[in-house]
């Protein structure tokens, strides 16, 4: 393949890692909130259905999360024991595995971590609850 054109993919998927990293911040705090959360808190609603609908929500932010994070992790350790390698070689040979190649794994593997997490939140988006209208009231 075209060494640009992985030099590019590379790039946008350093760059999309960046901007998750971020957002997942963002999910750390709305799991949070919807933990806190109870039935009381939205009247028009059956403790049965909201208890069901927090686990689909508080399911989907998780697995968010831990695909996110997990692949985020990955690539930050093959980036530590790849660097750790070639300077151990001091810049002589080849890798054994691309940075592609790896960053291709991860993608799958973060995709379809994403994918999951959409369907539980479709799942918990069916009962027709907002969380944001579920803020505690001060």
């Known amino acids: 393949m075209d060494p640009e054109i992985m030099a590019s993919f590379n790039a946008l998927f350093n760059l999309a890692l960046i901007v998750f990293f971020f957002v997942g911040f963002v999910r750390i705090a709305r799991r949070f909130k919807i933990k806190e959360l109870t039935a009381n808190e939205c009247p028009n609603v059956t403790p049965e259905i909201f208890v069901s609908?927090?686990?689909?929500?508080?399911?989907?932010?998780?697995?968010?999360?831990?695909?996110?994070?997990?692949?985020?992790?990955?690539?930050?350790?093959?980036?530590l024991l790849e660097t750790k390698h070639f300077m151990s070689r001091m810049g002589y040979g080849a890798s054994i595995i691309n940075d592609s190649t790896i960053n291709i794994g991860l993608l799958a593997f973060w995709l379809i971590g994403l994918i999951i997490s959409s369907v539980y939140g479709i799942k918990a988006s069916a009962y027709g609850i907002k969380a944001n209208k579920l803020k505690k009231s001060s």
Not at 59 to 66: A, G, I, N, Q, R
Request: aromatic share 22%; hydrophobic share 60%; no cysteine.
């Open 53 to 79: 609908w927090q686990k689909l929500e508080l399911k989907s932010l998780t697995v968010f999360l831990w695909s996110t994070y997990g692949v985020i992790a990955v690539k930050w350790l093959w980036m």
